[in-house]
C-alpha cells in the first residue's frame, strides 16, 4: 500500500498563478485543491472536506488582507504557510503571531517552493522557534508604536475619519461634499470637529500633522510583479505554463 500524497488546500486569488501552482505542485506528487469562494466559510468548509495537511494562504484576497483567516485554519490542525512576495518583517510576524508556521515566497525559485513546501506538508518547521519569536516581538512592538503615534486619530468618528482622509490627499471642502455626496456646510461642520480633536486651528495643521504622523496608515500589499522578470520563479510559472498550454492547443502545422 503506497503512502498518501501530501495534500495541500491553495487560496490564492489571482487565477493563473493559483492554476500554475496547482498544475506544479500536482506534478510533484502532491495532491491539490482550491476553495470554491474566498470567504472565510468557504475556504473553512474546504479545510473540513479537504483535511489537508498543509494551506497555502496568499496574505492579500481580493480587497483584504487573509489574516483573520490564519487563526481558525490553525484550530482545524492544519499548518498554515502565507504565499507571498511580500517581505515585511512586520506583517510576517502578525501573521507568526496569529498561527501560521511560514512563509513561501512567490519570488523563490521553482524547485526552492516545492522543497518548502513539502517541508510543511512533513511538518517541519520553515524559520526556527528563535526566528518566529523575533519576528512576533517585532510585530508587537510596531503595533504599540502605531498606536501611540496615531493616539490624536483615535477620537475622529468615521466620517470624520473619512473626510481627513481626503483632506490629507489634497481635497478641498468643496472637492469633499462631492465626493461624499453631502452639502458643503456638512463638510465644515465634520472640519470644525477634527480641528477641535486634533487640538490644531486650521486645514492645513490638521493635514500637516496627519502626514507628519504617518497617518492614515497604508495598506499592506503584495509587490506588483511582471512574471516575465522572474522566469524560474512562482510567478514566472504561471506565465510558463500558460505560453507552454496556448502551444499545446494551437501546435504549428
Not at 19 to 48: C, F, I, N, Q
Not at 60 to 74: F, K, N, R, T, V
Not at 107 to 127: H, M, N, P, W
Not at 163 to 188: C, H, K, Q, W
Request: charged share 25%; hydrophobic share 45%.
Amino acid at each position: 500500500m503506497g503512502t498518501r500524497a501530501g495534500r495541500v488546500l491553495l487560496v490564492e486569488d489571482h487565477e493563473c498563478v493559483a492554476a500554475a501552482l496547482v498544475y506544479y505542485l500536482s506534478s510533484h506528487g502532491m495532491a491539490v485543491e482550491r476553495p470554491v469562494g474566498l470567504t472565510s466559510d468557504a475556504v473553512l468548509d474546504k479545510v473540513r472536506e479537504f483535511k489537508p495537511d498543509a494551506v497555502l494562504l496568499d496574505f492579500w484576497l481580493g480587497e483584504c488582507d487573509s489574516m483573520p483567516l490564519i487563526a481558525p485554519l490553525a484550530a482545524t490542525g492544519a499548518r498554515v504557510a502565507m504565499f507571498t512576495a511580500m517581505e515585511s518583517r512586520v506583517l510576517m510576524g502578525a501573521c507568526f503571531a496569529q498561527g501560521a508556521i511560514g512563509f513561501v515566497s512567490k519570488t523563490q525559485r521553482e524547485d526552492s517552493l516545492v522543497d518548502s513546501v513539502q517541508k510543511v506538508i512533513a511538518g517541519k518547521d520553515l524559520i526556527t522557534p528563535e526566528q518566529r519569536d523575533a519576528l512576533i516581538e517585532e510585530a508587537r512592538a510596531s503595533h504599540q508604536e502605531e498606536l501611540e503615534r496615531f493616539d490624536a486619530f483615535s477620537g475622529l468618528s468615521a466620517r470624520e475619519a473619512q473626510i481627513l482622509r481626503l483632506m490629507v490627499e489634497g481635497n478641498r471642502p468643496y472637492d469633499i461634499a462631492r465626493l461624499e455626496f453631502i452639502s458643503v456646510t456638512t463638510v465644515r461642520t465634520h472640519i470644525a470637529c477634527i480641528l477641535k480633536k486634533l487640538e490644531v486651528n486650521s486645514q492645513f495643521q490638521a493635514v500637516a500633522l496627519a502626514r507628519k504622523q504617518g497617518w492614515p496608515p497604508a495598506p499592506p500589499r503584495d509587490p506588483i510583479s511582471d512574471p516575465r522578470a522572474y522566469p524560474s520563479t512562482a510567478i514566472g510559472l504561471a506565465l510558463k505554463i500558460d505560453v507552454e498550454r496556448d502551444a499545446a492547443q494551437d501546435p504549428a502545422d
